[in-house]
């Protein structure tokens, strides 16, 4: 952990926004940012990002409490009057977990030392009615609305995808962008690619998928400070490497972009459909909605993000 607390020393966005911030950088997202984004809309080729909810998702219900959607029906074509031609109504329930399929983590999701993002205390503001403090709700009011950046990782190496257990390095991720003829500005949300969502939806491999996989090493961590990122999404599980790099310190870059940056993860996005089409025509930008849920103390939400081009 000392490594984490080093390296957390350097990337913290700890008061930057004041005292009783709870959306951290997402800050970064200005009315100027998202008039930024707007201009990326020139096609108008809409791209939906989220996993199908429903009871073939990519849990297996057999560690963490995760399971797939159950969806109940709570009235089927029921009557309301007398006329039995007349009005008829449907209902339905869904019972989820927050963090089942696509989604975005709250800044209360991981803690170290007792704190959470912005110094909030743990054992103060994490009960079993949820999160007090960063909540989903908080992350939700305002909205995820940003210029979107994908990095096409897979493509980049020329192979359909990234084993699983390979730390992608900032130089790798610089090299992408350049090819890619992209930059970073900040409040930008990278969109990373790496093609390991094939290993659930067309292997139907979910344990592999699941606890596996490529992503983000530690040093990526000030690599995004220094990019002033609002959040990072992934076809992945985790964003970061899985396994991690070691062993004793298991997801050390949630560690520091959740609590020590303020800076949300999204994960298990479906990217392939769009990165074909940003290969196709060269632009990788685009207009990113992606608000959560406003689940009061939620530690994450479902999402359905949209990339509009």
């Known amino acids: 952990?000392?490594?984490?607390?080093?390296?957390?020393?350097?990337?913290?966005?700890w008061g930057r926004w004041g005292a009783d911030d709870q959306r951290g950088t997402l800050n970064l997202i200005t009315p100027e940012v998202v008039?930024?984004?707007a201009g990326?809309?020139?096609?108008?080729?809409?791209?939906?990002?989220?996993?199908?909810?429903?009871?073939?998702?990519?849990?297996?219900?057999?560690?963490?409490?995760?399971?797939?959607?159950?969806?109940?029906?709570t009235a089927i074509g029921a009557l309301i009057g007398e006329d039995p031609r007349g009005f008829c109504y449907s209902d339905d329930v869904l019972t989820l977990p927050l963090q089942c399929s696509t989604q975005w983590d709250s800044?209360?999701?991981?803690?170290?030392?007792?704190?959470l993002y912005n110094g909030y205390p743990a054992s103060e503001h994490l009960g079993a009615g949820g999160a007090t403090r960063n909540g989903i709700e908080q992350l939700a009011d305002g909205g995820i609305v940003s210029r979107g950046v994908l990095v096409d990782l897979a493509r980049h190496r020329g192979i359909e995808r990234i084993p699983p257990g390979t730390a992608i390095r900032p130089s790798e991720l610089d090299d992408a962008l350049a090819a890619q003829g992209c930059s970073l500005l900040p409040g930008d949300i990278l969109v990373m690619r790496t093609g390991h969502l094939s290993v659930f939806t067309r292997d139907g491999?979910?344990?592999?998928?699941?606890?596996?996989?490529?992503?983000?090493?530690?040093?990526?961590?000030?690599?995004i400070r220094a990019r002033d990122l609002a959040a990072v999404c992934?076809?992945?599980?985790?964003?970061?490497?899985?396994?991690?790099?070691?062993?004793?310190?298991p997801y050390p870059l949630h560690l520091l972009a959740i609590r020590d940056?303020?800076?949300?993860?999204?994960?298990?996005?479906d990217l392939d459909d769009l990165a074909a089409d940003c290969a196709a025509d060269g632009c990788w930008e685009f207009l990113l909605s992606a608000p959560p849920l406003?689940?009061?103390g939620g530690i994450g939400s479902p999402v359905n993000p949209i990339a509009i081009k």
């Open 1 to 13: 952990m000392q490594r984490v607390r080093d390296i957390a020393a350097k990337v913290s966005n």
């Open 35 to 37: 008039r930024r984004a």
């Open 40 to 73: 990326c809309v020139r096609r108008g080729e809409v791209f939906s990002l989220g996993l199908t909810l429903g009871p073939e998702g990519p849990q297996t219900g057999s560690v963490i409490g995760r399971f797939n959607p159950q969806h109940y029906m």
């Open 107 to 115: 800044l209360a999701h991981v803690h170290y030392d007792g704190k």
């Open 205 to 223: 491999n979910r344990e592999t998928y699941l606890w596996q996989g490529p992503g983000l090493g530690l040093d990526a961590a000030q690599w």
């Open 234 to 249: 992934s076809d992945t599980t985790a964003v970061e490497v899985m396994p991690c790099e070691d062993p004793k310190l």
């Open 261 to 269: 940056m303020g800076l949300t993860f999204g994960e298990m996005f």
């Open 294 to 296: 406003k689940i009061a």
